[in-house]
């Protein structure tokens, strides 16, 4: 792998930037592997990576049926934090921060994490409640968090709506100063790199159809175009088409998949520069280097696997952040689109064994998959390489869902469920 | 956006008239004390997600405030047809869809 540097930058401006390596390969998939992936997104990815890098584990393959991270990985509003109320949870999630904190240098290519804060605001009494309460269970797990009024959160936010004339007035908010955002494709782009750099086969453009279980065990899978794959262990990491592998391997996950919408504007000179989210009113925004403000809210309330949700869910996603942000008002939205996110009742994640040995699931993310992207991989990794989940991993098997023991995130996991 | 027709005020309206509801034709296990803990946790959170022909409910929420059936296709988003509560579809989704 070419090491990425400032005198790299230089030495090819010499050639016109015309002789830089191709990224990765472009394989041809062998007959046999360790371990396949199903899903090349930012999860996939990960996992890939780290069971190379970490695990030893480089006979590995990820199959992925359009391009590299084209899915939700692509469509997500980037928002990195780790401000969850129960442990479970907050362990996973804090795990996923410390890499994030180190991911640039751990890759050699660029993510653009930015620590620029996440607000989570409150407008009523049980709001602030409800925050006082998440922000001490954060701080007991060792996760920065701060409960700020209303003037503290003015001083962060200039032309955030402060005042009492709102419809639901600001009484004050979370404040996380290690949360922020990421460059969504240089995580897939960066952590597909370093895999392929440890030999991990990347194949793209290959669907796989179904599932090959002999007595019980996974030992490969069926794809259209390279037929018969064989692995010792396969994980698959598809988010809204969860369900759909599931039905392959003959059980069923309490996953639903909505639709997810997003939108961002035109570019405006920097306005702001931190992460503002309201469960109340309903929406969060932050604003790319770029400089368009990303958008989003809520999920479409029907299932679908369109990738494109309803006109009348981005109107209401838009009243939430005009109602927070008045200056924003004559904004002109550039794009908007869908993605599909696979949800759990409990707002968690599934990493888990499933009824088929060797099968292993990493699914359920819902609307907020990506903040957990090098976690999610890292853990899922070691669970893969030594067939026994992780103990991160662990509470989140989708077997709790027989057994009760829920980790009901529904407050921390924020505006979109 | 949905254009969705109600069954009890024989109108079409707008989708944002309506919500949608979840999953059709779950049936309460009829002696739940009965129930192993895997089948009434299959009962609470386990829902159909197929990509293709699904039955849910959707509640004409701004509208007559009553339920009906709606079967649709997920990955087109075409609507097939609506019933009311207590009928049953006639558009099923074939063996292949529902492997």
């Not at chain 1, 994640?349 to 099968?359: A, F």
Request: with cysteine; net charge negative; charged share 20%.
């Amino acid at each position: 792998m070419q090491h990425y540097s400032g005198f790299g930058l230089l030495k090819h401006s010499f050639s016109h930037h015309e002789n830089w390596q191709r990224v990765w390969r472009n394989p041809t998939p062998k007959k046999k592997y360790d371990v396949i992936i199903v899903g090349g997104g930012g999860h996939g990815l990960a996992t890939a990576y780290y069971l190379a890098k970490e695990f030893g584990v480089t006979n590995v393959a990820v199959i992925e049926k359009g391009f590299l991270g084209g899915g939700n990985t692509a469509r997500n509003t980037t928002i990195v934090r780790s401000n969850y109320l129960w442990d479970e949870a907050a362990h996973l999630y804090e795990h996923a921060m410390k890499l994030w904190e180190g991911l640039s240098q751990d890759l050699n290519y660029n993510v653009m994490f930015s620590q620029r804060g996440c607000l989570n605001l409150g407008h009523t009494l049980q709001d602030m409640r409800d925050i006082e309460r998440r922000v001490n269970a954060n701080r007991l797990n060792g996760i920065d968090g701060e409960v700020l009024d209303a003037k503290q959160v003015q001083e962060i936010v200039p032309v955030l709506d402060c005042s009492d004339r709102a419809r639901y007035p600001v009484m004050g908010a979370s404040w996380q100063p290690r949360a922020g955002v990421a460059r969504h494709d240089a995580v897939a782009w960066g952590f597909a790199r370093g895999a392929d750099a440890h030999g991990v086969d990347l194949i793209q453009q290959t669907e796989v159809e179904d599932l090959i279980i002999e007595d019980g065990t996974v030992v490969g899978v069926r794809t259209a175009r390279y037929g018969e794959i064989r692995a010792d262990r396969v994980g698959c990491v598809v988010a809204g088409n969860s369900s759909v592998m599931a039905k392959m391997a003959g059980f069923e996950l309490p996953l639903e998949s909505h639709p997810l919408q997003a939108l961002v504007s035109e570019p405006i000179k920097p306005i702001l520069d931190t992460v503002v989210m309201s469960n109340h009113v309903h929406g969060y925004a932050s604003q790319s280097d770029k400089g368009d403000l990303v958008i989003g809210a809520g999920i479409d309330g029907y299932n679908g696997y369109g990738q494109r949700g309803s006109y009348t869910t981005i109107e209401h996603t838009i009243q939430a952040i005009v109602e927070m942000f008045p200056v924003f008002s004559r904004v002109r939205m550039n794009r908007q689109w869908g993605g599909i996110v696979d949800t759990c009742p409990d707002a968690c994640p599934i990493i888990s064994e499933t009824p088929v040995k060797n099968l292993f699931f990493n699914c359920g993310w819902g609307t907020g998959g990506f903040k957990a992207t090098p976690g999610s991989g890292h853990v899922f990794a070691a669970s893969l390489a030594k067939g026994e989940m992780h103990p991160l991993a662990k509470p989140f098997s989708m077997f709790r869902f027989h057994n009760g023991a829920l980790v009901d995130e529904h407050g921390a996991a924020g505006v979109a469920h | 956006m949905f254009h969705i027709y109600c069954p009890h005020c024989c109108e079409y309206r707008e989708e944002e008239e309506f919500h949608a509801a979840g999953q059709s034709h779950i049936a309460r296990p009829l002696d739940p004390d009965a129930c192993t803990d895997k089948e009434w946790g299959e009962f609470m959170y386990f829902r159909a997600n197929p990509r293709g022909i699904h039955h849910e409910l959707w509640v004409h929420a701004a509208g007559c405030r009553k339920y009906f059936n709606v079967t649709r296709d997920t990955q087109t988003y075409e609507i097939n047809e609506v019933y009311k509560v207590g009928e049953q579809p006639t558009v099923v989704a074939n063996a292949i869809q529902s492997k």
